[in-house]
């Protein structure tokens, strides 16, 4: 076999154009775990654009500040790798910084520069600071075009006489052709022993097809970004390119499910341009697309990895032929359910619980300053825009700022004082939009749109949808009021509304399989939170998606009550009892609402297992 291909998976350094550069150190860490778990040799880390922007030149500065500092980034990252090389692209503006990645224990440096201009004194001498720190060098050939092949193959002899590891033939546009990648990679593979890596851009549609032909030509790097998540139309796939890899016998030992949950995260961060990894691992199997459903659903009945086993079937002697198939030849299934890998939930390190608890407990800051930080990020990922809301702490019945989403918008919710807001500069973070109750006065912080929104209305009328979706059940609904004018605003007859003055002699009507709201209040009164030892159902409004929109809230509510509860992590809508937490969303929790003290590594903890799965969002 010819010499080994290992893969460089680039999602978190050029994945970062598509967001804004807005990749945490909490999705560092979660990514770079991941795939470090599988079996990823080489993660790339950091800004698109370079590491240490700011010191680049103003055409390669980026116009948006990355969501965390270089070093959080080192630090995220190398916390949650055990086994594979992490590094990072940078430009010679970089070189003074090289010293940070050595203490941070970073592998590897790729130098990204013009190809016209690759020779020019300051580069040979990046090359030799790099490896004076002990760091694997690579130069990346930007716009690689710009040049001959033969020019190419000039420039790897010099540069492997200043000590490069790698030359990088990068397709920076995305319209090479194979035969012409295969020319750069046979001119340098001839002129030098230099490793030849190969990157490449998806504008052609491309990218997979000239990995392939740089491979047979001699290269033995290739970089993938999962789901193609880059700049423009993307790079390649990392999934595709995987499963490519292991049909010609390199990277075997990459564990292509775990990879495939990976890219199930990232899916979420290309709008509507991801693509399902399950029909990618069909693809280099040559499976017929109406077979996939059929085989997705042998391999969970047998615990199997659905990518997995799809990917095992290139990896026979006997393809399997035929469509819409609904039983499969054992000559076929049966060798490669020997190669997949079993369906099991990964035990998440203390070291990544730790970081995703840091974040949680971030979002759950009670500092404006951290949650528009906090929005700024979450709406570059998502791509939506951000609403900062701020009603009277008088009024919010939650002491922790609380998330919500919708359509196109996601926002904060937080209950503040109008000391809260005296001097409040939220620099380059500014919300889009800032909604305040009038009782706040006009200290409110500036924003693109604000606007003025009587919070109490709120409460009371998600108290009222909420009560109309439990009478629909069949149950008699009790709405215990923190507050005069929600309990006036509350008219439905079928309902018994008390008020703040209204005294206790109600308590005594309410039986098992009632249901009480408790609305407005933030600390549940002892003698109503025990109204649920006699097997009344308590329940909170369901403010956030109230303030999110109507319609919203019903289908949200009809959702919730059917799910019901969780052991530990409950939904803001339900009144916790003893030990449990209450969390934005019980399956994979981003925010904690309020709970007892352990509830963030609770919530770190079954938000890790989540991700791990490939579910959630980042």
Same mark, same amino acid.
């Given at each position: 076999?010819?010499k080994?291909?290992?893969l460089l998976?680039a999602t978190?350094?050029?994945g970062?154009?598509?967001?804004?550069f807005?990749?945490?150190?909490?999705d560092t860490a979660?990514?770079v775990?991941?795939?470090d778990?599988a079996?990823v040799? %080489?993660?790339e880390?950091?800004n698109?654009s370079? *590491?240490?922007?700011? @010191?680049?030149?103003?055409?390669?500065?980026t &116009?948006?500040?990355?969501?965390?500092s270089d070093e959080?980034?080192?630090?995220?990252?190398?916390?949650c790798a =055990?086994?594979? =090389?992490l590094?990072?692209?940078t430009?010679?503006?970089?070189?003074?910084?090289?010293?940070?990645?050595?203490?941070?224990?970073?592998? $590897?440096v790729r130098?990204?520069?013009?190809?016209? =201009?690759a020779l020019? +004194?300051?580069n040979?001498?990046?090359a030799e600071r790099a490896? *004076?720190?002990?760091?694997?060098?690579s130069?990346?050939l930007m716009q690689?075009?710009?040049?001959?092949?033969?020019?190419?193959?000039?420039l790897?002899i010099?540069?492997?006489k200043a000590?490069?590891?790698? %030359?990088?033939i990068?397709?920076?546009? /995305?319209?090479?052709l194979p035969?012409?990648v295969?020319?750069?990679?046979?001119r340098?593979?001839?002129?030098s022993?230099?490793?030849?890596g190969y990157?490449?851009?998806?504008n *052609?549609?491309l990218?997979?097809a000239?990995?392939?032909a740089?491979?047979e030509?001699g290269?033995?790097?290739?970089?993938?970004?999962l789901q193609?998540?880059?700049?423009?139309?993307?790079?390649?796939?990392?999934?595709?390119?995987?499963?490519?890899?292991q049909?010609? /016998?390199?990277?075997r030992?990459?564990?292509?499910?775990?990879? *495939?949950h990976?890219?199930d995260?990232v899916? /979420?961060?290309?709008l509507e =341009?991801?693509?399902? +990894?399950?029909?990618?691992?069909?693809?280099?199997?040559e499976i017929?697309?109406?077979?996939?459903?059929?085989?997705?659903q042998?391999?969970?009945?047998?615990?199997?990895?659905p990518?997995?086993?799809?990917?095992a079937i290139?990896q026979?002697?006997? @393809?399997?032929i035929?469509?819409?198939?609904?039983?499969?030849?054992?000559?076929?299934? /049966?060798?490669?359910?020997?190669?997949a890998t +079993?369906?099991?939930d990964?035990t998440?390190t203390?070291e990544?619980?730790?970081?995703?608890?840091?974040?949680i407990?971030r979002?759950s800051?009670?500092s404006?300053?951290?949650?528009a930080?906090?929005?700024?990020?979450?709406?570059? @990922?998502w791509?939506k825009r951000?609403v900062?809301?701020?009603?009277?702490?008088?009024?919010?019945?939650f002491?922790?700022?609380l998330p919500?989403?919708?359509? @196109?918008?996601?926002?904060i919710?937080?209950?503040?004082?109008a000391?809260?807001?005296?001097?409040i500069d939220?620099?380059d973070?500014?919300?889009?939009?800032?909604v305040?109750?009038?009782?706040?006065g006009?200290a409110?912080?500036?924003a693109?749109?604000?606007?003025r929104?009587?919070?109490?209305?709120?409460?009371?009328?998600?108290?009222?949808?909420?009560?109309a979706v439990?009478?629909?059940g069949?149950?008699?609904?009790?709405v !215990?009021?923190?507050d005069?004018s929600?309990?006036n605003?509350l008219?439905?007859?079928?309902?018994?509304v008390i008020? +703040? &003055?209204?005294?206790? !002699?109600?308590?005594?009507?309410v039986q098992?399989?009632?249901?009480?709201?408790v609305?407005?209040?933030r600390?549940?009164?002892a003698n109503?939170? !025990?109204?649920?030892?006699?097997g009344a159902?308590l329940?909170?409004?369901?403010?956030?998606?109230?303030?999110a929109?109507?319609?919203?809230?019903?289908?949200?509510?009809r959702a919730r009550?059917a799910s019901?509860r969780g052991?530990h992590?409950?939904?803001?809508i $339900?009144?916790?009892?003893?030990?449990q937490?209450v969390?934005?969303?019980?399956?994979c929790?981003?925010t904690?609402?309020?709970?007892?003290?352990?509830a963030?590594?609770t919530?770190?903890?079954?938000r890790?297992?989540?991700?791990?799965?490939?579910?959630g969002?980042?």
């Amino acid at each position: 076999m010819s010499k080994a291909v290992r893969l460089l998976d680039a999602t978190l350094r050029d994945g970062s154009y598509c967001i804004d550069f807005q990749f945490t150190a909490a999705d560092t860490a979660v990514l770079v775990g991941m795939l470090d778990a599988a079996g990823v040799g %080489f993660i790339e880390l950091g800004n698109g654009s370079g *590491s240490f922007n700011h @010191k680049a030149p103003p055409n390669f500065r980026t &116009k948006v500040r990355q969501a965390a500092s270089d070093e959080d980034y080192f630090a995220a990252a190398r916390k949650c790798a =055990k086994r594979g =090389k992490l590094g990072v692209i940078t430009g010679p503006f970089g070189m003074d910084e090289l010293p940070m990645l050595a203490q941070h224990r970073i592998d $590897f440096v790729r130098m990204a520069v013009m190809a016209d =201009k690759a020779l020019e +004194p300051i580069n040979l001498k990046m090359a030799e600071r790099a490896k *004076s720190l002990g760091l694997t060098f690579s130069v990346n050939l930007m716009q690689t075009t710009a040049i001959t092949p033969a020019r190419a193959a000039e420039l790897a002899i010099e540069f492997a006489k200043a000590g490069t590891d790698w %030359f990088y033939i990068v397709d920076s546009s /995305g319209g090479l052709l194979p035969q012409a990648v295969s020319e750069y990679v046979a001119r340098v593979r001839d002129a030098s022993d230099i490793t030849i890596g190969y990157h490449a851009h998806h504008n *052609s549609g491309l990218a997979i097809a000239n990995c392939l032909a740089a491979i047979e030509a001699g290269a033995t790097m290739v970089d993938g970004t999962l789901q193609g998540l880059g700049r423009d139309v993307g790079n390649a796939p990392t999934e595709q390119l995987l499963f490519m890899l292991q049909r010609l /016998g390199h990277e075997r030992g990459i564990d292509v499910e775990s990879v *495939s949950h990976a890219g199930d995260l990232v899916r /979420g961060l290309l709008l509507e =341009k991801g693509n399902d +990894p399950t029909y990618f691992a069909a693809g280099a199997s040559e499976i017929h697309s109406s077979n996939v459903e059929a085989l997705v659903q042998f391999a969970i009945q047998r615990g199997l990895g659905p990518r997995s086993l799809l990917a095992a079937i290139s990896q026979g002697e006997v @393809k399997l032929i035929g469509a819409g198939m609904k039983t499969f030849p054992e000559e076929v299934v /049966g060798p490669a359910c020997a190669r997949a890998t +079993p369906l099991r939930d990964a035990t998440p390190t203390r070291e990544l619980v730790e970081v995703l608890g840091e974040d949680i407990s971030r979002a759950s800051s009670r500092s404006l300053t951290t949650l528009a930080e906090v929005l700024f990020a979450r709406g570059a @990922k998502w791509h939506k825009r951000t609403v900062l809301h701020l009603v009277p702490a008088a009024q919010f019945p939650f002491a922790g700022p609380l998330p919500w989403d919708l359509d @196109k918008v996601c926002g904060i919710t937080i209950g503040v004082t109008a000391d809260d807001l005296r001097a409040i500069d939220f620099g380059d973070r500014a919300p889009e939009v800032i909604v305040s109750d009038p009782a706040l006065g006009d200290a409110v912080p500036t924003a693109g749109t604000a606007v003025r929104d009587t919070f109490l209305p709120v409460i009371a009328d998600s108290a009222a949808v909420l009560a109309a979706v439990c009478l629909d059940g069949g149950a008699r609904v009790f709405v !215990a009021c923190s507050d005069a004018s929600i309990a006036n605003a509350l008219h439905d007859p079928r309902v018994k509304v008390i008020g +703040p &003055k209204d005294g206790d !002699a109600w308590l005594a009507e309410v039986q098992a399989n009632d249901t009480v709201i408790v609305a407005g209040h933030r600390d549940v009164p002892a003698n109503i939170a !025990a109204l649920a030892q006699r097997g009344a159902r308590l329940l909170r409004p369901a403010i956030a998606p109230a303030i999110a929109a109507r319609v919203a809230t019903l289908l949200d509510l009809r959702a919730r009550l059917a799910s019901g509860r969780g052991q530990h992590l409950v939904d803001p809508i $339900f009144v916790p009892a003893a030990g449990q937490s209450v969390v934005d969303d019980p399956s994979c929790p981003t925010t904690v609402v309020a709970g007892a003290e352990t509830a963030v590594a609770t919530a770190a903890t079954e938000r890790a297992r989540t991700l791990a799965r490939g579910r959630g969002r980042l």
